[in-house]
């Protein structure tokens, strides 16, 4: 079993930062890959990045890639994701969630999730 708790969202200019952070309890935090999900209002879930279970390996959705990094430490049982460089087109909710393997993209292959941060980029 794990539990994932999401932070670090909120309202910021367009070009600005944030860090999200998702802590998670149980176990099994590094036996597992993990991602990072976004859903905006009408629209379907979508892959936001994901890393494997040592940190050394990640993957980004094309969207995101070169503005977004994601991290984890595993003493401290948290995944983070680094966002800059934020656009509008980027608000959104934001889940973490635990992968049953890595470089998955689809939500099915993930099988815990967070209750999601809100991060609301204006222009």
């Known amino acids: 079993q794990v539990q994932l708790v999401e932070s670090g969202g909120g309202l910021v200019q367009a070009g600005g930062s944030l860090r999200l952070s998702c802590v998670a309890s149980?176990?099994?935090?590094?036996?597992?890959?993990m991602g990072w999900f976004r859903q905006a209002p009408g629209k379907e879930r979508e892959f936001v990045a994901v890393i494997n279970r040592s940190g050394d390996d990640t993957y980004y959705a094309s969207s995101v890639k070169g503005r977004f990094t994601i991290s984890r430490d595993n003493a401290k049982s948290t995944v983070y994701l680094q966002m800059n460089s934020l656009k509008p087109e980027d608000t959104a909710v934001y889940y973490c969630a635990a992968g049953l393997g890595f470089a998955y993209t689809s939500p099915t292959r993930y099988d815990y999730w967070g209750q999601g941060t809100q991060v609301t980029v204006s222009s």
């Open positions: 149980g176990r099994t935090f590094i036996s597992r890959a």
